[in-house]
């Protein structure tokens, strides 16, 4: 019978709710339990794929196509389990759902109301298409005294009792701020935070206290006595030095001691912590690094590219080098400015991303990563990117760009259908922008004794895709005479899905994500391969 965890946060928002919870999994399956994380979003977008990244962060795309939250990225990440549709879902998404009962006449002529269709629907999900896991770490969203999130903790408040207090817990994640001026550390905010929790009838069974500094007994003492939990079950967080090193933490402050003791498991095999502690030391402790230029229109948040930059990472971690990443603004990029801003990477990566702005500083770039024979790597619009800068430099094409951009020139990138008329085609015409791309795994066949087939040792691959345009196969032989190879194709031959430059140290664009499938233990091997690559350019420098 599984047992069920709900994770709320309290007094501000980015506390690391998705952080603790993927680290509680990772500690729980550790000492031998199955265990599942989902995210229960309060915001009425159906899914954060319409959402601008600057105020959402990334979009993490699964297997089975859903768009969901980034800290999806982090559960599959430190669990090593893929995420699906089932895993993520918001208020636009319930509510989209209900009202389409409602107009179909499913709820027999009754008033449709939050209580009890809304929190139905919530609980619904909590619980649907649970198998043989013994715990559901479900995440909430936003923070307490939000009005959005009331819905869904009446809900978890309801499915508590539905299940018994035996099977479901509480942890609430509190900030205690330090205040320079007097000295101390101040616990009224959680007090405040557990006082509005306990208002919708949630009693938090453990509190996680997120500080920059220790939290004396005291104050700990202070927390435990009014927000009326055991002194054993408040829990520090301080400030880590790299996100992998929170599993480590969370196991020395005890909490998935406090979790199993809570629903009465004995005698339970203790975590190996190695990996963790093996992974931390690499990335703390690596004595070479690696400078990687990321050119793109999001840099200014650091949440916009999150599985980007621990991809990277873990790029680093197989070859024991730490990479520094240089964020560049695309949008400011000239073409004057380039070398002066990139001489001192040894890798230039151009991220996915949509629409006009800041293209051409990306294009820019790419151009002088092709002409000095830096390390390059496009993802999705990365590699179209790459295509446009080939067309109009290699194939003298002036005009060549994508038909996202408008009608006005010669697209090499475009949608399907502008190039094959009257056969099926992938979405992406529809007037509705959410869901409509090519969203989730897709096959792709690699060329023979391609730089591609060696980095992956296969002929076939599965990579997750999220992106409406793709590059025009029409050119294909025009850019191989040239030395830009089509080295990856979509089984049936008519998408290019990866793009890689003779006589270059390392010129590849890819159509997917790779990073969504990148791991601290298991690296995807196209960053592996791109930061070998940006390793032995800089030691050539």
């Given at each position: ?455 992956y040792s296969a002929k076939k691959i599965k990579e997750r895709h999220r992106h409406r345009y793709e590059v025009n196969v029409k050119y294909k032989n025009e850019f191989e005479k040239k030395g830009l190879i089509f080295s990856a194709m979509s089984p049936d031959g008519t998408l290019p899905e990866i793009i890689e430059l003779k006589n270059h140290p390392w010129f590849i664009g890819v159509q997917f994500h790779p990073e969504f499938k990148s ?23």
């Amino acid at each position: 019978m599984a047992r069920y965890i709900f994770v709320t946060g309290g007094v501000v928002s980015s506390l690391g709710k998705g952080l603790s919870s993927a680290s509680l999994a990772s500690l729980l399956q550790l000492r031998g339990f199955k265990v599942r994380v989902r995210k229960l979003d309060p915001y009425l977008n159906v899914d954060p794929g319409t959402m601008n990244p600057f105020q959402h962060g990334e979009v993490f795309v699964t297997d089975d196509g859903a768009e969901t939250d980034l800290d999806i990225g982090h559960y599959e990440r430190f669990t090593g389990i893929s995420a699906t549709q089932s895993d993520n879902i918001t208020t636009g998404g319930i509510y989209s759902d209900i009202i389409k009962k409602e107009r179909k006449g499913d709820y027999l002529g009754g008033t449709v109301q939050v209580v009890p269709h809304v929190t139905d629907r919530i609980k619904k999900f909590i619980s649907h298409n649970v198998k043989n896991e013994d715990f559901i770490i479900c995440e909430i969203g936003g923070t307490v005294g939000d009005i959005e999130s009331l819905p869904f903790l009446e809900a978890i408040r309801q499915f508590s009792n539905d299940k018994g207090k035996k099977n479901s817990l509480f942890i609430h994640l509190t900030l205690v701020p330090y205040l320079k001026a007097s000295g101390e550390l101040k616990t009224k905010p959680t007090q405040h935070s557990v006082k509005e929790l306990r208002s919708l009838g949630i009693q938090p069974d453990i509190i996680i206290c997120r500080s920059e500094k220790k939290i004396p007994i005291g104050e700990r003492k202070k927390i435990s006595l009014f927000c009326n939990v055991p002194i054993d079950n408040v829990i520090e967080t301080v400030d880590v030095r790299t996100i992998y090193e929170a599993p480590i933490s969370f196991h020395k402050e005890k909490l998935d001691e406090r979790v199993l003791s809570y629903f009465g498991f004995k005698n339970k095999k203790l975590p190996n912590l190695t990996k963790w502690k093996n992974i931390t030391s690499k990335v703390l402790s690596s004595r070479k690094d690696v400078n990687i230029g990321i050119i793109g229109k999001y840099v200014n948040l650091k949440d916009a590219y999150k599985s980007l930059d621990e991809a990277l990472t873990h790029g680093g971690i197989s070859n024991n080098l730490k990479v520094n990443l240089k964020r560049v603004d695309s949008e400011n990029l000239r073409v004057d400015d380039v070398k002066s801003l990139l001489k001192n990477v040894s890798g230039v990566l151009i991220p996915g991303g949509f629409g006009k702005r800041g293209s051409e500083g990306k294009i820019a770039a790419i151009k002088y990563a092709r002409l000095n024979n830096i390390p390059f790597f496009g993802i999705c619009f990365g590699m179209q990117m790459a295509v446009i800068e080939a067309a109009r430099n290699l194939l003298n094409i002036k005009d060549a760009s994508t038909s996202e951009f408008g009608n006005n020139c010669t697209p090499v990138v475009g949608l399907l259908e502008e190039w094959q008329k009257g056969k099926k085609t992938i979405k992406g015409t529809n007037k509705d922008l959410g869901g409509t791309m090519r969203l989730g795994l897709y096959d792709a066949i690699l060329r023979n004794n391609s730089l591609i087939s060696k980095i992956y040792s296969a002929k076939k691959i599965k990579e997750r895709h999220r992106h409406r345009y793709e590059v025009n196969v029409k050119y294909k032989n025009e850019f191989e005479k040239k030395g830009l190879i089509f080295s990856a194709m979509s089984p049936d031959g008519t998408l290019p899905e990866i793009i890689e430059l003779k006589n270059h140290p390392w010129f590849i664009g890819v159509q997917f994500h790779p990073e969504f499938k990148s791991r601290p233990f298991t690296p995807h091997p196209l960053f592996s391969s791109f930061i070998k690559a940006a390793g032995k350019r800089k030691g050539m420098n």
